[in-house]
């Protein structure tokens, strides 16, 4: 039988945990970003007709729209993680213990969320879809798992409900906005 300290971890321990899961996950996911980039995974050709007889041959990129996504996926919960720690080094905390076992839930859907970032970036060689169409695409479902990790962290991360409530406020008012400049378009 489990004691109450093997079934309980404390709430410093599950932040620096999960801080340093996003931070690296961020970090492997950038390079990889980079290296696509600059590889010329968002470049494409366009053949634009100069006249009757004439086709001009138009240079594109997708990459700005790739880091945009990308910054979209990850950068809400490392905003979170990072304001909070740095919040905490302004205030005195105390610190209090959590379920163990909601820790590793959290931490296993954190992984998973940024494992499935990576695979987008990883599997589209193998895909019929152009890498940023595949993004696109992904970014549906991504946004629901992404809902899911973003209040699975303000778990750990915020001390008053009101913080949590306003947290989660402006994240949707970023997605109703970010949505009516996609039907302008």
Same mark, same amino acid.
């Not at 321990?13 to 600059?38: D, E, N, S």
């Not at 997708?62 to 996926?73: K, T």
């Not at 080094?89 to 959290?106: A, Y």
């Not at 947290?167 to 009516?180: C, E, G, T, W």
């Given at each position: +039988?489990?004691? &109450?300290?093997?079934? %309980?971890?404390?709430? %410093?321990?599950?932040?620096?945990?999960?801080?340093?899961?996003?931070? *690296?996950?961020?970090?492997?996911?950038?390079? #990889?970003? *980079?290296?696509?980039?600059?590889?010329?995974?968002?470049?494409?050709?366009?053949? *634009?007709?100069? &006249?009757?007889?004439?086709?001009?041959?138009?240079?594109?990129?997708?990459? $700005?729209?790739?880091?945009?996504?990308? @910054?979209?996926?990850? #950068?809400?919960?490392?905003?979170?993680?990072?304001? !909070?720690? =740095?919040?905490?080094?302004?205030?005195? @905390?105390?610190?209090? &213990?959590?379920?163990?076992? #909601?820790?590793?839930?959290?931490?296993?859907?954190?992984?998973?969320?940024?494992?499935?970032?990576? +695979?987008?970036? #990883?599997?589209?060689?193998?895909?019929?879809?152009? /890498?940023?169409?595949? +993004?696109?695409? !992904?970014?549906?479902? $991504?946004?629901?798992? /992404?809902?899911?990790?973003?209040?699975? $962290?303000?778990?750990?991360?915020? *001390?008053?409900?009101?913080?949590?409530?306003?947290?989660?406020?402006? @994240?949707?008012?970023?997605?109703?906005?970010?949505?009516? =400049? =996609?039907?302008?378009?």
């Amino acid at each position: +039988m489990k004691t &109450d300290n093997e079934k %309980s971890i404390s709430l %410093s321990k599950c932040k620096a945990r999960l801080g340093w899961l996003w931070l *690296i996950g961020f970090v492997l996911i950038f390079i #990889l970003l *980079i290296f696509q980039h600059t590889l010329g995974k968002y470049e494409y050709k366009t053949l *634009i007709k100069v &006249d009757e007889n004439n086709w001009k041959v138009k240079n594109e990129s997708n990459a $700005l729209e790739a880091w945009g996504l990308l @910054i979209s996926y990850v #950068l809400p919960a490392l905003s979170l993680i990072v304001g !909070s720690w =740095k919040a905490e080094n302004f205030r005195k @905390i105390k610190n209090r &213990d959590v379920s163990r076992s #909601l820790f590793k839930l959290f931490y296993s859907l954190s992984l998973f969320y940024l494992i499935a970032i990576t +695979m987008i970036l #990883l599997l589209s060689p193998f895909s019929r879809l152009p /890498q940023i169409k595949l +993004m696109r695409q !992904s970014n549906v479902w $991504l946004l629901a798992i /992404q809902a899911v990790v973003g209040i699975s $962290l303000s778990t750990f991360y915020f *001390i008053k409900k009101e913080s949590a409530i306003k947290f989660f406020k402006s @994240i949707v008012k970023f997605f109703k906005l970010k949505k009516k =400049k =996609k039907r302008r378009k």
